[in-house]
């Protein structure tokens, strides 16, 4: 069984900064990728940022510069800074292999 809680979403002005948290607990492979997704309204779901257990990272082109993913152990973070409306999203964890997902965390950025 394995369990992703994420935290740290909320609403910020454009411009602003948030950072995001995801802890993974449970039966977790020693080789492994925790990384962020999004889903805005009427949009597919999207990777944001990728970290893997090897310290492999890598990030969608539409953030590079702007977010940047670490990791400590069995929890990412995902520091966004210069939000831009288009940011606006539910942002969920993921933990590959297995295809475990978090419950999901809102970012809203206004203008």
């Known amino acids: 069984q394995v369990q992703l809680v994420e935290s740290g979403g909320g609403l910020v002005q454009a411009g602003g900064s948030l950072r995001l948290s995801c802890e993974a607990s449970g039966s977790i492979r020693s080789v492994n990728n925790l990384g962020w997704y999004r889903q805005a309204p009427g949009k597919q779901r999207e990777l944001v940022a990728m970290?893997?257990?090897?310290?492999i990272t890598n990030y969608a082109n539409s953030v590079k510069g702007r977010f940047t993913i670490s990791r400590a152990k069995n929890t990412v973070y995902l520091q966004m800074n210069s939000l831009k409306l288009e940011d606006t999203a539910v942002y969920y964890c993921k933990l590959t292999p297995g295809d475990y997902w978090g419950q999901g965390t809102q970012v809203t950025v206004s203008s």
């Open positions: 970290y893997s257990s090897v310290g």
